[in-house]
Nanobody, 127 residues
Framework: QLQLVEYRGGLVQPGGSLRLACVASGFILDYYDMGWFRQAPGKEREGVSCISSSSGRSTYSDSVKGRFTISRDNAKNMVYLQMNSLKPEDTAVYYC????????????????????WGQGTQVTVSS
């Protein structure tokens, strides 16, 4: 059974850091681009970052570029999102997602390209 499970969300002060983790099961991670989306209350879902399957090239939204880093460990079936210099506007539920195919470059604007989603983990940035 294909499954994506996120964890390590939580409450952090502005300027702090969190490292989200996603464990993938039921498919071979090597073959797929992976990403993270987020959704804040009252706002539309937003693509945050993705990482390609073959080149390892990553893409980021303008709102997190320079602060967030996505990575993957295919041997451990894991995808990570390192989040630094967190801001209150980063508060949202964060979702690990699988793109329906692998490539040398991924985009993170269109959620329709991502066919499996985790249940989400809450990240709250507040003092």
């Amino acid at each position: 059974q294909l499954q994506l499970v996120e964890y390590r969300g939580g409450l952090v002060q502005p300027g702090g850091s969190l490292r989200l983790a996603c464990v993938a099961s039921g498919f071979i991670l090597d073959y797929y681009d992976m990403g993270w989306f987020r959704q804040a209350p009252g706002k539309e879902r937003e693509g945050v970052s993705c990482i390609s399957s073959s080149s390892g090239r990553s893409t980021y939204s303008d709102s997190v570029k320079g602060r967030f880093t996505i990575s993957r460990d295919n041997a451990k079936n894991m995808v990570y999102l390192q989040m630094n210099s967190l801001k209150p506007e980063d508060t949202a539920v964060y979702y690990c997602v699988r793109r329906s195919y692998g490539s040398t470059w991924c985009a993170v604007k269109d959620p329709v390209q991502y066919d499996y989603w985790g249940q989400g983990t809450q990240v709250t940035v507040s003092s």
